[in-house]
């Protein structure tokens, strides 16, 4: 089994930067890829940022150039860079870990971006 606890979200004003984090923990050796998905208020849950094991990224057309999903292998924490906010990037924003045997999710954390 994986665990997942992100952090780093918080009110933020239109144009500023976050850096979300995803701590992850257990079956760490089974996880094939990590992501990034957001869920705006009244809309559809949306993938955002993806990375493999290999460390191959992808980003939504939404967030390209603005966003970056990258790694740090010896802490087990996988980021999500956010610059230059907009408040239509306010959501909760959720990790994930894919694994052979299921896919996990974290709690969420609150990003907030005011115009």
């Known amino acids: 089994q994986v665990q997942l606890v992100e952090s780093g979200g918080g009110l933020v004003q239109a144009g500023g930067s976050l850096r979300l984090s995803c701590a992850a923990s257990?079956?760490?050796?089974?996880?094939?890829?990590m992501g990034w998905y957001r869920q705006a208020p009244g809309k559809q849950r949306e993938l955002v940022a993806t990375?493999?094991?290999?460390?191959?990224?992808n980003a939504a057309d939404s967030v390209k150039g603005r966003f970056t999903i990258s790694r740090d292998n010896a802490k087990n924490t996988v980021y999500l860079q956010m610059n230059s906010l907009k408040p239509e990037d306010t959501a909760v924003y959720y990790c994930?870990?894919?694994?052979?045997?299921?896919?996990?999710w974290g709690q969420g954390t609150q990003v907030t971006v005011s115009s």
């Open positions: 994930t870990a894919e694994t052979h045997w299921g896919d996990y």
């Open positions: 257990g079956s760490i050796f089974r996880i094939n890829a």
């Open positions: 990375i493999t094991s290999g460390g191959s990224t």
